[in-house]
Each structure stands twice: as C-alpha cells, then as structure tokens.
C-alpha cells in the first residue's frame, strides 16, 4: 500500500476518532435540576435557610430545623429542554447544517423521611437526583463535491444520563443558634451514549467503487461510588443566619462498561484496485478502581429575616477535575443565586429566585457543550394542619406542598465536526466549535407530611 493510501487511512482514523469521543457526551451541567421543594422555589439559594428533607444533599445541619417527622417527596413533573446549535456539520467551502431538538425531562429530584431521634437530633434517609439526560441528535448533510454526484454525511447521537446519590444524613443542635450535620451517599451514575457518523460520494457505484467511510461507537458505564458532606447553620443574631455546606470529591469505587467501537473504510484506488479496511473492537467487565468522578462542592450562603419573610445570598463553588478515562476535564467555577421568600400568611408564602449554573467542561471533542445557564424561578407553598384525635401520637398533621416553576437560559459553544469529500490527502473529519443556545422550563412540584 501506497503513502499516499496509508495518510488517508490515517486522516480517516483521526476523524472517526473525533467523532466517537470515548463515548462521552455531555448536554448539560451539574446543578440541572433543582432537588428538593425549597432549592425549586428559591432558585436554589437555601444553604443557610434549607429545612426540608432535601437537606441532606444541600446542607444537612438544616435538618435540625425539622420540629416533626417528615415523609418528603419533590418530582419535577414536567420539564422541557430545546437545544438549537446552529453548525452541528459544515464543509470548508461553507456548506453547513445546524440543528434543533427538544429534550422531555419526567424524573423524582428527590425523597426523603426524615425523623427526630432526640430534642438535639435529627436524622434522615433520602434518594436525590440532581442530573439526568435524555437527548437524541441526528442530521445529514450534502456536499456539492466531488462533482457531479456529491458526498452525503450524516451523524447521529443518543445519549441518556442520570445520577442519584442515596443515603442518610444527620444533624445535631449544639445551640438555639448554632447546628452541625453530615451525610453520607452512596453515587450511582448510568451512561448510555450510542454515535455513527458517516459518509459516501453520493451515486458513484457500489462498493468497493463508491467512496465510504463510517463509524460507530456503543458506550454504557454504570458507576458506583461514594460521596460524604457536612455543614453547619449559625445564627448569630435574630435576623441573619449563616450556612456552610461542602461536598467530598466523588469517588468511583466500582465501574460496570461495556464499549462497542466499528469503522469501516472503503476507497477506490485507479492505479492499485479498491481498498478497504474495517476494525471492529468490543469490551465488557467490572472495574475496581479508585477515581474521583465528581468534584468536591463548597457554598455558603447568608440570610437576613425580615417580618414579611427573608432573603438568601449564595455562592457555590466546585473545583477542577482532571481529565480521565472517566470524563474530560473540568475547570473550578462559582455560581451565584438569590432567594426570596414572602409569607402572605401563616400558611401560604410566594417564593422567587435567581440563579447562574456555568459550565465545567469546554467544548474540545464532538458531543461535548460548553454552555453558561442563567434563570430564575418563581412558585408558591402552602401548608394544612389538620388535627388529630386526643391520645393520638402526634397531635396534628401537616400537609406541605410547593410549585414552582424555573425558567433558564443558556448560550456556549457544541463541538461539532467540519466535513470534506471523501478524497485521499485531504482532512475527512476535524472539530470545531458551534454557537449553542438553550431554553430550559420546568414544572417542580413537591408535596411532604409532617406528623
């Protein structure tokens, strides 16, 4: 085989490796669904202020808060995500198609139980789900060379991602003004991504004759890890209150994948015959391997009380990963979010907020998104007490619920993929970046009892 042959077959190597990206696609960032009632109505600014069961996944010293037992439940009951991403492929000669697609989101953020062991202790069991994807791409495009038949591409990508962490939290009251509390969560994360990308010269033969490259990968990973937290809420006057919360690195200990990578090449060559060359590698097992999958979270937040209900400032920080076979890489980011309550009554209270969920990951493979999300949210929460016959238990019960609707804007970049004909020393496949727009509404509603 020829140099001229072996460069192509490289430059064909190189672009279906970028289109296959080690099966790691990624649509969204960390905090894309608010998990618990309260983070949905306050934007997620509840660090110092949090008290319902969600707690122990935003600061699990506000358990203490808890005067009853409570049976906690919050499912976003619709949520809608459109994507718009203007050069999804695009030839050098400047023929280009872009794409737009709409992601359905039905999924529990959150439920609890929560109880008071003692006058100072509470504890809580809970299942959070602070991600989840669920997303379909495809689109073909023409090219007008090599005349006069053209080259057909196309890609395709299904990629379905969630994340629960699951386990109990407690919290312990030093003071009337000062909690501590910790938790600790198993993670469970499942990735299923399936790509194929593709392209002929449109009408030239049959194969071997027609020109024609194409790859395909099958990626699905579950991880199995750990993850610890802790906080404290402070009150050193009547009208502020402080909270801290951190979050450990996530740590994979236990990795289930299964990969499926195929690419096919077919070239015909005047001078030597038609060539043709397809790989096809598979692998599947466990993997018992110590690695940090999730970044280590830290926020605080300050709450300043007034008669007719409060106000919450937060910032939340996650540090750098590495990249690894796990992920790219990510960059340190800071989030802001502003939170206000308005109590209309003893059992009826507005709630509103802001709040920024930027980006980690940069846009360098194809799939990958790079996408700065800014929103607000806005909903309302009631609470019933209905009391209990004389020598019950508890002597009423209290039924909560809250609606709140989150509104968020995102604007980035997607990695996506120049295209040429199929001809030998030319580049076939190379990334680059393509502006990236994002709608996001959502529905949360939540309901508890307390008894």
């Not at 697609?101 to 509470?122: A, H, I, K, N, W």
């Not at 990735?191 to 009408?203: F, P, S, V, Y």
């Not at 890890?225 to 209150?241: N, T, V």
């Not at 619920?401 to 120049?418: D, F, V």
């Given at each position: 085989?020829n140099?001229?042959?072996?460069?192509?077959?490289?430059?064909?190597?190189?672009g279906?490796?970028?289109?296959?990206?080690?099966?790691?696609?990624?649509?969204?960032?960390?905090?894309?669904?608010?998990v618990?009632?309260?983070?949905s109505?306050?934007?997620?600014?509840?660090?110092?202020?949090?008290?319902?069961?969600?707690?122990?996944?935003?600061?699990?010293?506000?358990?203490?808060?808890s005067?009853?037992n409570?049976?906690?439940?919050?499912?976003?009951?619709?949520?809608?995500?459109?994507?718009?991403?203007?050069?999804?492929?695009?030839?050098?000669?400047?023929?280009?198609?872009?794409?737009?697609?709409?992601?359905?989101?039905l999924?529990?953020?959150?439920?609890?139980?929560?109880?008071?062991?003692?006058?100072?202790?509470?504890?809580?069991?809970?299942?959070?789900?602070?991600?989840?994807?669920?997303l379909?791409?495809?689109?073909?495009?023409?090219?007008?060379?090599?005349?006069?038949?053209?080259?057909?591409?196309n890609v395709?990508?299904?990629s379905?991602?969630?994340t629960?962490?699951?386990?109990?939290?407690?919290?312990?009251?030093v003071?009337?003004?000062?909690?501590?509390?910790?938790?600790?969560?198993?993670?469970?994360?499942f990735?299923?991504?399936?790509?194929?990308?593709?392209?002929?010269?449109?009408?030239?033969?049959?194969?071997?004759?027609?020109?024609?490259?194409?790859?395909?990968?099958?990626?699905v990973?579950?991880?199995?890890?750990?993850?610890?937290?802790?906080?404290?809420?402070?009150?050193?006057?009547?009208?502020?209150?402080?909270?801290?919360?951190?979050q450990?690195?996530?740590?994979?200990?236990?990795?289930?994948r299964?990969?499926?990578?195929?690419?096919g090449?077919?070239?015909?060559?005047?001078?030597?015959?038609?060539?043709?060359?397809?790989?096809?590698?598979?692998?599947?097992?466990?993997?018992?391997?110590l690695?940090?999958?999730?970044?280590?979270?830290a926020?605080?937040?300050?709450?300043?009380?007034?008669?007719w209900?409060?106000?919450?400032?937060?910032?939340?920080?996650?540090?750098?990963?590495?990249?690894?076979?796990?992920?790219?890489?990510?960059?340190?980011?800071?989030?802001?979010?502003?939170?206000?309550?308005?109590?209309?009554?003893?059992?009826?209270?507005?709630?509103a907020?802001?709040?920024?969920?930027r980006?980690?990951?940069?846009?360098?493979?194809?799939?990958?998104?790079?996408?700065?999300?800014?929103?607000?949210t806005?909903?309302?929460?009631?609470?019933?007490?209905?009391?209990?016959?004389?020598?019950?238990r508890?002597?009423?019960?209290?039924f909560?619920?809250?609606l709140?609707?989150?509104?968020?804007?995102?604007?980035?970049?997607?990695?996506?993929?120049?295209?040429?004909?199929?001809?030998?020393?030319?580049?076939?496949?190379r990334?680059?970046?393509?502006?990236?727009t994002i709608?996001?509404?959502?529905?949360?509603?939540?309901?508890?009892?307390?008894?």
């Amino acid at each position: 085989m020829n140099r001229r042959i072996l460069g192509f077959l490289a430059s064909v190597a190189l672009g279906v490796s970028i289109v296959g990206w080690s099966g790691r696609a990624a649509a969204g960032n960390d905090d894309q669904l608010p998990v618990g009632g309260e983070a949905s109505l306050y934007g997620g600014a509840v660090i110092a202020t949090v008290s319902d069961g969600a707690a122990g996944y935003h600061n699990p010293a506000g358990l203490s808060q808890s005067q009853r037992n409570q049976l906690d439940a919050s499912i976003t009951a619709v949520g809608f995500r459109f994507y718009t991403a203007s050069e999804l492929l695009r030839s050098p000669s400047g023929e280009a198609t872009g794409v737009t697609m709409m992601e359905f989101v039905l999924v529990p953020t959150s439920g609890t139980y929560t109880r008071r062991l003692s006058d100072r202790v509470v504890a809580s069991f809970g299942i959070f789900s602070p991600r989840t994807q669920f997303l379909i791409m495809q689109k073909a495009l023409k090219l007008t060379e090599p005349t006069p038949q053209g080259t057909d591409w196309n890609v395709a990508i299904n990629s379905i991602v969630f994340t629960y962490l699951i386990g109990p939290s407690v919290a312990y009251q030093v003071s009337r003004q000062f909690s501590l509390g910790g938790s600790f969560h198993v993670l469970y994360n499942f990735e299923d991504t399936a790509a194929q990308a593709a392209g002929a010269e449109r009408d030239a033969g049959v194969p071997p004759q027609q020109p024609f490259i194409g790859n395909s990968q099958l990626f699905v990973r579950t991880t199995y890890g750990l993850q610890l937290g802790w906080g404290f809420q402070w009150q050193p006057r009547e009208q502020f209150r402080i909270g801290f919360s951190m979050q450990s690195p996530g740590l994979q200990m236990l990795t289930w994948r299964q990969t499926t990578n195929s690419a096919g090449i077919s070239l015909p060559v005047t001078s030597l015959g038609a060539t043709s060359a397809h790989t096809l590698s598979t692998a599947e097992g466990f993997q018992s391997k110590l690695q940090l999958v999730l970044p280590l979270r830290a926020g605080l937040g300050v709450a300043r009380f007034f008669d007719w209900g409060r106000l919450e400032v937060d910032l939340a920080y996650q540090s750098a990963l590495p990249e690894s076979e796990l992920g790219p890489a990510r960059k340190a980011v800071l989030n802001g979010r502003v939170g206000a309550q308005y109590r209309l009554s003893p059992t009826l209270s507005l709630g509103a907020g802001l709040f920024t969920d930027r980006a980690a990951t940069n846009a360098s493979s194809f799939g990958l998104v790079h996408v700065n999300m800014y929103g607000g949210t806005l909903g309302i929460a009631t609470g019933t007490e209905h009391r209990l016959n004389p020598g019950e238990r508890a002597k009423s019960l209290v039924f909560a619920s809250t609606l709140g609707l989150r509104y968020a804007y995102g604007h980035g970049e997607m990695g996506t993929l120049e295209v040429s004909p199929i001809a030998p020393g030319s580049p076939v496949a190379r990334p680059f970046q393509s502006p990236m727009t994002i709608h996001e509404i959502m529905l949360n509603f939540g309901s508890a009892l307390n008894f």
